[in-house]
Structure formats: structure tokens, C-alpha cells
Nanobody, 123 residues
Framework: QVQLVESGGGLVQAGGSLRLSCAAS????????MGWFRQAPGKEREFAAA????????YYADSVKGRFTISRDNAKNTVDLQMNSLKPEDTALYYC????????????????WGQGTQVTVSS
């Protein structure tokens, strides 16, 4: 498995921006698709964005499309999530995940997870 550590969460006003980062270690980073999921209190974990192993393909949930951008740096073993035009409904614990299929939105399809970083958007 690959070990993942997220950073960059915080408190921001609606309309603001945050950039999350995830650092990977333990296995060859470029062998894995990478994804970001989120979980709000009382709700199930949901898919937000994913990127293919090379970074050439990305996939977004409809709820974040046009506002969030996922990117990766295989030389630095990092994957980022740039979040713009944030809304209160984006408030959640955000998780970085590694897997084999970037197009899968099911959390069970992703084998490695970070501990999460909290994003809170105030209205």
C-alpha cells in the first residue's frame, strides 16, 4: 500500500479558495490513480475528483465540476486539489485516496486512504 498524508484544509468564507495537498510514500506513486473524496457529518463518503496515473485524464463529480481542479506531480509524489468558489455545502472532511481505476467513484474501489483534512466554508 501507499501511505498518504493530506494538508491544506481550513476555514474559509463562501466564495473563497483553498488548495489541498496530499503527499504519498511507500510505493511507486505513478503506479496509482489518485482521488479526492469528502465526507460531511452524518453523510456517506462521496467522490469529488480523480486523476489518472500519468495525469492526462481527470474526472469530477458534477457538484464540483468547474470549481475544483485536481493535479499531480509524479516527480514530487503529490496530488493537489485546488478548490475555488467554495460553498457552505463543500464543508467536509476531505480524504486523499490511491487506487487502480481513476474513473471509479466508489470508495470501496480505492485501496489506500489518508487521515483526512477538514474544510469548513462559512456563509
Amino acid at each position: 500500500q501507499v501511505q498518504l498524508v493530506e494538508s491544506g484544509g481550513g476555514l474559509v468564507q463562501a466564495g473563497g479558495s483553498l488548495r489541498l495537498s496530499c503527499a504519498a510514500s511507500g510505493r511507486t506513486f505513478s503506479n496509482y490513480a489518485m482521488g479526492w473524496f469528502r465526507q460531511a457529518p452524518g453523510k456517506e463518503r462521496e467522490f469529488a475528483a480523480a486523476i489518472s496515473r500519468s495525469g492526462g485524464s481527470t474526472y469530477y463529480a458534477d457538484s464540483v465540476k468547474g470549481r475544483f481542479t485536481i493535479s499531480r506531480d509524479n516527480a514530487k509524489n503529490t496530488v493537489d486539489l485546488q478548490m475555488n468558489s467554495l460553498k457552505p455545502e463543500d464543508t467536509a472532511l476531505y480524504y486523499c485516496a490511491a487506487g487502480l481505476n481513476y474513473a471509479s467513484i466508489r470508495p470501496s474501489s480505492w485501496g489506500s486512504w489518508g487521515q483526512g483534512t477538514q474544510v469548513t466554508v462559512s456563509s
